[in-house]
């Protein structure tokens, strides 16, 4: 459940934010629709993730997995070669059908595509390629106005927008974001219960750029509500050519995992 | 036949401190049996009454939407309770029942929690709250200060629970969890209550009032949770309140009656969902020819395709987005969605000319944003039946799974379901038989063993009974002799010692089942403290529970009675079969 987890705060991380903006003070909606517009990486790519988690009485645990995406279809296959307990553990999906794979007992478990991953963090939503457009909508203040202002985050000059969800079906009815206002990187995101209170802040600290797009390569996030909890994601060695179809099979992922 | 049995009798007081001897051995053998078959009816008495009803009641209407059990939501309560209402006329009591998942922090401690629902709206009957009051022996706080809203939402919670998290009365607990439309939500609660749990199961939720949970789990004003109906005669009644309210619940196609604009055109249509599984795209992919776009995007999970005429009317062209409206069944206001059409349909094309078919993910978005209300029959009547290609794959209104004779089949069938990954919600009505199969098995196969082992323990005792017999009759073959030549009958002396035995078992026996009930009343009194060991939910309160039932009682008594006679019967006949010259003779 634990490494589900980490999965979906990785996957939140490449769905949501792989964006890029210029331009001045704008309307919200503009600036979801922008950042929608920047964040599918329309090609196949594999990386390596390096997942490192913090918890109060814990310690760390660093988790490390190859990621596989293959473009026409959006599958993907996610191999863990680290700590010893997960090597050889993996996830599959492809179309509407998503395997959990567990080298110990060598069986692969079907999961529910829109399922809570073993109930845990991991929605079906971070799953899926869901327009942020779809899912949000700018806040208002009482007298209607969006709320957008212009700020600094450390020293760099950031838009801050507020959004509520256009739909039930998503984990945080409101959220936060600080984007950059010379290229529109997203840099903070604050996601709040439906009773507004502040349950994660996410801080995306390190892009690099594949095929013109961005892809955030160091993200932090922090759990807000178990006060402690954290979790960096750190990807690299980003590779863009076409990926092999037989990577895309259970026979792949269950020899990768002898 | 009365002359006999006051010989027999006589006869059985004449050996008193043999008759005895074998007498306590025959009693034990029975009190065994009876403590036995009482403490593991009372194993299953405490698994049925205490926990299973209380966790799915007699009979249970449950929910799984986009198939996660979690999502124990059904957007219709009128359609549910009307079903119910009609079909449960037996039902004492339906209420929701809400038991949610999430994380708590306490002070500086965090831990897993459940929160479950008590509702505290109707009145309780006198049963009722003594059962609550045996449950919830409180240490401190009320049951009913779960009402009080004046310092926060008040919760109740097991006194393990509250030592872990390392709160008391008054103190403030955090809480995080997943509603059921998978929205996170949080809250703080106050500890209200600290008590004392009935068995293990209950020290681990934590019990907050009905309405309190239902805000925080995200529940509508017409959304309902799971239902649990409490029957008068659940042994009677469950499994065919069960078998009705599955009847009356029987879902039609999802059909949603609204307008379309594209273009700047406007047409009334309905729009239909289909089922997005492997085999129903390929049917579909097979059953309806396109007159524009692309067949395998059109057959897919992101697919929309329009009726030939309806296509024409809104003027839509292959990746035209529309915007669909529809009013809702209670939200004033309806829905409003757009669709990217990725195919029209052939003019021949089984599909009527007003329908828009949308793929099951998308169809059922919409759906369950603003409940449509039952199409009118005009509609209807032009809509696809059973003798339409089509009807197999079309969207039902939520689909019913088949009912089910055991919690393996439950359990099958919930893989199954979450296997075909459909898109709605999935309706299941359960009686407590299905539900806690294993529990009838539990307690069969506890009653078996200990069958077993009193049949073992009588097959010693009877051995006993059998050589007593022996030496009875050796030391009365004079005796026998005697009486055979003053005219007594064979079958006389064969039902004299017959009768002999069958009374010395069955006073034995009630001796033994008198000696059942002071043992589980002793039993009964002393207090076992298993902490947090799964054991505890043989205990209730901590004691041991037995249940016995005047039908077991009765038959074993019966069944040591019969067993005896049937013992008695070969020696008793080979003492009637004696020549009544050589019995006289008969010297040791």
């Known amino acids: 459940m634990r490494t589900r987890t980490i999965i979906a705060l990785f996957f939140s991380a490449i769905t949501v934010l792989s964006s890029g903006y210029a331009g001045d003070m704008p309307a ?18 594999r990386a390596k993730v390096m997942l490192t988690q913090q918890k109060p009485n814990q310690g760390v645990k660093n988790f490390e997995m190859m990621y596989y995406r293959r473009d026409k279809d959006n599958a993907f296959l996610i191999v863990f070669s680290a700590p010893e307990a997960e090597k050889g553990n993996g996830y599959l999906r492809i179309g509407d059908n998503f395997w959990m794979y567990r080298r110990n007992t060598r069986t692969f478990q079907h999961i529910n595509r829109d399922e809570s991953i073993g109930g845990s963090d991991a929605s079906g939503e971070d799953f899926e390629t869901r327009k942020l457009t779809e899912l949000y909508k700018p806040a208002a203040d ?27 079906d998503v984990s945080y009815p409101y959220k936060i974001f600080w984007v950059r206002t010379d290229n529109g990187l997203l840099l903070k995101e ?59 099979t259970k026979a792949y992922l269950e020899n990768l995992s002898k | 036949m009365q002359q006999v049995l006051r010989i027999s009798y006589r006869n059985l007081i004449r050996q008193k401190r043999r008759n005895i001897l074998l007498g306590i051995a025959i009693a034990f053998g029975a009190m065994v049996l009876i403590l036995a078959n009482s403490f593991s009816h009372g194993i299953s008495k405490v698994l049925f009454e205490r926990i299973v009803r209380y966790t799915s009641g007699h009979v249970s209407v449950s929910y799984m939407r986009n198939g996660q059990m979690m999502n124990q939501v059904f957007h219709d309560d009128a359609r549910i309770m009307e079903a119910i209402r009609k079909a449960a006329t037996e039902a004492v009591r339906s209420e929701e029942s809400i038991g949610m998942f999430g994380r708590a922090i306490g002070n500086g401690q965090a831990d897993n929690v459940i929160l479950v629902g008590v509702d505290m709206s109707g009145k309780l009957t006198e049963k009722e709250q003594k059962e609550y009051e045996s449950n919830f022996k409180l240490l401190y706080g009320s049951f009913n200060a779960l009402k009080d809203k004046s310092n926060g939402i008040p919760v109740l919670l097991a006194e393990q629970k509250a030592k872990y998290l390392k709160v008391k009365m008054g103190d403030a607990l955090r809480v995080r969890l997943t509603g059921v439309t998978n929205q996170m939500s949080s809250a703080q609660l106050v500890v209200a209550g600290i008590f004392k ?32 109906i409490t029957l008068n005669d659940p042994q009677h009644t469950a499994k065919k309140v069960a078998d009705r309210i599955h009847d009356a619940l029987k879902p039609g196609l999802a059909v949603i009656e609204g307008a379309a604009q594209c273009r700047g055109e406007r047409a009334d249509l309905v729009a239909l969902g289909f089922r997005t599984d492997s085999a129903s795209r390929a049917f579909l992919g097979v059953k309806v020819k396109l007159a524009a776009g692309d067949s395998a995007k059109t057959f897919s999970y992101e697919g929309v395709l329009i009726a030939y005429r309806l296509a024409a009317a809104l003027k839509v062209k292959a990746g035209d987005t529309l915007r669909f409206s529809w009013k809702g069944k209670y939200d004033t206001a309806g829905g409003t969605i757009k669709y990217v059409v990725t195919g029209i349909a052939d003019s021949g094309a089984p599909v009527p000319d007003d ?7 998308d169809f059922y978005r919409a759906y369950y944003m603003s409940l449509p209300p039952a199409a009118r029959p005009e509609v209807m009547i032009s809509m696809p039946d059973s003798s339409n290609p089509i009807w197999s794959v079309l969207a039902p209104e939520y689909m019913l799974m088949k009912r089910c004779a055991t919690t393996q089949e439950v359990t099958k069938i919930m893989r199954e379901m979450g296997r075909a990954r459909f898109k709605g919600i999935m309706v299941s009505v359960q009686s407590m038989y299905e539900t806690a199969s294993a529990v009838l098995k539990l307690e069969f196969a506890l009653n078996l063993i200990t069958l077993i082992a009193g049949m073992v323990l009588f097959f010693i005792i009877l051995i006993g009974v059998i050589n007593t017999l022996r030496m009875t009759i050796r030391e009365r073959t004079r005796e026998i ?50 902490g947090d060991n799964p054991l505890g939910m043989l205990l209730v309160n901590s004691h041991l529970y037995f249940a016995p039932t005047v039908i077991a009682t009765v038959a074993y008594n019966a069944l040591i009675v019969v067993i005896a006679i049937g013992t008695a019967y070969f020696p008793a006949r080979r003492a009637s079969n004696l020549s009544a010259a050589n019995a006289m003779r008969h010297y040791e």
Do not use: C
């Not at chain 1, 979801?32 to 196949?44: A, P, Q, Y």
């Not at chain 2, 329908?355 to 993910?361: K, P």
């Open chain 2, 355 to 361: 329908v828009l078919l949308v793929n099951e993910r």
């Open chain 1, 28 to 45: 919200i909606d503009s600036l979801l629709k922008k950042m929608e517009n920047n964040i599918s990486i329309s090609t196949d790519a």
């Open chain 1, 190 to 248: 604050q996601s709040f219960s439906s009773s507004k209170a502040l349950m994660s802040t996410a801080y995306y600290r390190k892009y690099t750029t594949v095929l013109g797009k961005f892809v955030p390569v160091l993200q932090l996030f922090i759990d807000e509500f178990e006060k402690g909890n954290k979790t960096t994601v750190e990807i690299s060695g980003i590779v863009t050519e076409k990926l092999d179809d037989r990577i895309f």
């Open chain 1, 142 to 168: 009482s007298a209607g106005n969006e709320i957008i202002k212009e700020g600094k985050l450390g020293s760099i000059a950031v838009y801050r927008f507020e959004v509520r969800a256009k739909v039930s």
């Open chain 2, 481 to 530: 002799g005697t009486v055979r030549a003053i005219g007594m009958q064979k079958s006389d002396v064969r039902l004299m010692f017959i009768l002999e035995t069958a009374l010395l078992a069955l006073f034995a026996s009630l001796v033994g089942t008198g000696g059942a009930f002071a043992a589980m009343r002793v039993l009964s009194w002393v207090t076992i403290d298993t």
């Open chain 2, 197 to 228: 749990p009935a068995n293990v199961f209950m020290s681990f939720p934590i019990f907050l009032e009905l309405q309190d949970i239902r805000r925080l789990a995200g529940y509508g004003p017409h959304d309902i949770a799971a239902i649990q």
